[in-house]
């Protein structure tokens, strides 16, 4: 049987920008997301990359007396540096400066020409000069004819340019929100999306003639492609969709549709409207999902450089520093926003949930139990119990307990509530820290007659770690890779939904004991 294929985008990161936590938590989200699919067998591709075209890199070129492509490479491998420092594990980089991205979007914009879904016309509307981007009357009214961004006032501006007939999928859009719920995550960001959508689309300017920097309109070398548009292209470029003969091609092209394009929510409207529409114009497949997070503020306001609480990258190395880079990944995706709402990032309350969580949790149980088996096993793992012995030593079935914890883990990965399945593992450590409580081992260790529980006891209980630890193994790749070391468990050869199956820590293997999460 074919492995079924799993493909999920960052959005590609302007080069104009630095990078800070806003784009290393959307990266760290799918690799979690990545590894996991890979790890449970599927053919995962996970695409992230950069956005550099556009007014906004010409002029930052221009004040810094560059060439914006070398602006844009210089920028370009900061970002792609980001991949390598925090183990992110990107199937592929792609720039929209690459010739194989650039050839597509041009092929992709005639066809659109060619059908009359892109057309030149005359357009007037309210423009945000730092965000390139226009708005409607109504949508200005509501901003106070302000920048929702900048503040800055929009200013009203007429262009020559080529359209794309948004207006003319409407319909097909109202159908797609209706008839597939999921389209759009979370609910609240649907509604909102469609509620907007049911005010009614306008066609959208897709070039520019007022800079050079971007990709030249197929056949009217005067406009270049709007940087959004060449932007969302990337999604399928990298597959090599507008490119048959392309080795990209061959390689990517069984990955469409994607399963998520991950986003933050200010980029939603792109994404879920603009984007669709341009796909349903070429006869492409949609995408499945458009996830589109909240924002992290930090110490409880808007992340500002003025305010000294931007969490850029010399800040992240900081905490990457102190805690190691898994705690760093843990506390994005457990803490962060995927919901609704925004999340804080606070020093007090990383050091807390550090503390509760890593330490006293996961390094506590897993230290507890590894030197119970060293002290009273010599370090060689004890017989699991006959089924008498399950029942009489408490009233957890451990091997159910533990399978149904993966499969509800399996079912929050492939939707994408990262955090939830996270605390799928976490659940059974803190189980099994209960367990120890209410069966007491260390006191029947002192009970001669009371052997064969005492072994059975730390079976279960170093087994249920070991399958708890699988299940967090993407988003703790290197701590729990050290405590499946240490017990010498397989972490690795088979797929995670084999290794997470009840028994197979074989008794009498060794154990080390362990100290996984040093207290801060
Ligand atoms: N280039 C466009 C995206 C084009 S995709 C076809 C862009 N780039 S960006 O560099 O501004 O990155 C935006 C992304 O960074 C957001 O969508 C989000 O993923 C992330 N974040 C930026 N600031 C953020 C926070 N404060 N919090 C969380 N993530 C945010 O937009």
Redesign the pocket.
């Given at each position: 049987m074919s492995k079924q294929t799993r493909y999920v985008t960052?959005?590609?990161?302007?080069v104009n920008?630095r990078p800070?936590?806003?784009?290393v938590?959307?990266t760290t989200l799918c690799d979690v997301y990545a590894r996991a699919m890979r790890d449970i067998g599927h053919d995962v591709f996970f695409l992230t990359g950069t956005?550099e075209h556009g007014v906004k890199v010409e002029q930052s070129a221009l004040d810094k007396g560059l060439e914006p492509q070398a602006l844009a490479d210089l920028n370009s491998e900061e970002f792609r540096s980001i991949m390598g420092m925090f183990d992110l594990t990107n199937d592929a980089f792609i720039r929209t400066t690459d010739p194989e991205h650039t050839k597509q979007v041009q092929a992709f914009v005639s066809t659109l020409l060619e059908r009359g879904d892109v057309y030149l016309g005359t357009f007037e509307g309210w423009y945000d000069k730092g965000q390139e981007e226009y708005h409607t009357e109504t949508g200005a009214r509501d901003l106070d004819y302000k920048s929702p961004i900048s503040g800055k006032p929009l200013v009203r501006a007429t262009e020559n340019n080529y359209y794309f007939k948004l207006s003319a999928y409407q319909e097909r859009l109202e159908q797609l929100f209706d008839s597939n719920p999921e389209f759009v995550q979370p609910p609240s960001r649907r509604n909102e999306v469609l509620g907007r959508l049911r005010e009614g689309l306008q066609d959208v300017p897709i070039s520019r003639t007022n800079f050079t920097w971007g990709i030249p309109m197929p056949g009217d070398e005067e406009h270049v492609i709007y940087v959004?548009i060449d932007?969302?292209f990337?999604?399928i470029t990298a597959l090599g969709m507008g490119d048959e003969s392309s080795k990209w091609n061959k390689e990517r092209n069984k990955y469409w549709p994607a399963s998520y394009h991950?986003?933050?929510?200010?980029?939603l409207w792109?994404?879920s409207v603009i984007w669709p529409a341009v796909l349903i114009a070429l006869e492409f497949p949609l995408p499945k999902c458009i996830y589109a997070?909240?924002?992290?503020?930090s110490e409880g306001r808007k992340?500002s450089k003025s305010l000294g609480n931007f969490i850029d990258l010399e800040t992240i190395e900081s905490y990457v520093e102190q805690y190691g880079m898994d705690a760093w990944r843990y506390y994005l995706t457990t803490q962060g926003?995927l919901g609704a709402t925004d999340a804080d990032f606070a020093a007090e309350k990383f050091k807390d949930i550090y503390n509760a969580h890593l330490v006293n949790t996961v390094g506590n149980s897993t230290s507890r139990v590894t030197a119970m088996i060293g002290k009273y096993y010599d370090g060689a793992v004890p017989f699991e119990s006959i089924d008498e012995v399950r029942i009489e030593i408490g009233d957890v079935d451990w091997p159910v307990r533990c399978e149904e914890a993966v499969s509800q883990w399996e079912e929050a990965m492939e939707s994408f509530s990262i955090a939830k399945a996270i605390e799928c593992g976490m659940g059974i450590i803190r189980d099994v820290d209960l367990f120890i409580n209410d069966t007491a081992p260390f006191k029947l260790a002192k009970e001669e007659t009371k052997q064969a529980e005492l072994g059975a006891i730390l079976y279960q209980c170093l087994e249920a770690l070991r399958i708890a630890t699988v299940l967090l193994s993407p988003v703790l790749p290197s701590k729990m890779k050290a405590f499946h070391e240490a017990i010498g468990a397989d972490s690795c050869s088979a797929n995670l939904l084999e290794l997470a199956k009840w028994g197979h820590i074989q008794s009498g293997s060794t154990v080390q004991k362990v100290a996984l999460f040093p207290r801060v």
């Open positions: 960052t959005p590609i990161y302007y920008d800070h936590i806003g784009h938590y959307t956005d959004w932007a969302l990337n999604y991950v986003i933050g929510k200010e980029i792109f994404h997070h909240s924002f992290w503020i992340m926003p």
